[in-house]
Nanobody, 128 residues
């Protein structure tokens, strides 16, 4: 069983920054791709960014390119999301997830149903 716990969310003004963390336990995730998703009220869950097992390949949503940066520390079993230049439209609950369908593969799923385990989410609110 895998547990993912997100942290780092909060309230920030437009233009501000936040750093989200996703700590995994129960199993090492170093061989799997991981993703950050978000869901705003009344909207479907959408991909923010996905990263392959090594951290060497990423795929960002167009809406966050140049502002958000994903990284992973496999030694700590943790994935991070640095969010800069935040906008009110970034307001959502942010979730991390792991894709355990493939090991040591560079394939990145961009859909929620491609991921097997999810964290509980952390709220990010950007005020205008």
């Amino acid at each position: 069983q895998v547990q993912l716990v997100e942290s780092g969310g909060g309230l920030v003004q437009t233009g501000g920054s936040l750093r989200l963390s996703c700590a995994a336990s129960g199993r090492t995730l170093r061989r799997y791709a991981m993703g950050w998703f978000r869901q705003a009220p009344g909207k479907e869950r959408e991909i923010v960014v996905a990263v392959n097992w090594s951290g060497g390949r990423t795929a960002y949503a167009d809406s966050v390119k140049g502002r958000f940066t994903i990284s992973r520390d496999n030694a700590k079993n943790t994935v991070y999301l640095q969010m800069d230049s935040l906008k009110p439209e970034d307001t959502a609950v942010y979730y991390c997830a792991v894709d355990m369908n493939y090991s040591y593969i560079d394939y990145l799923s961009l859909r929620p149903n491609g991921y097997d385990y999810w964290g509980q989410g952390t709220q990010v609110t950007v005020s205008s």
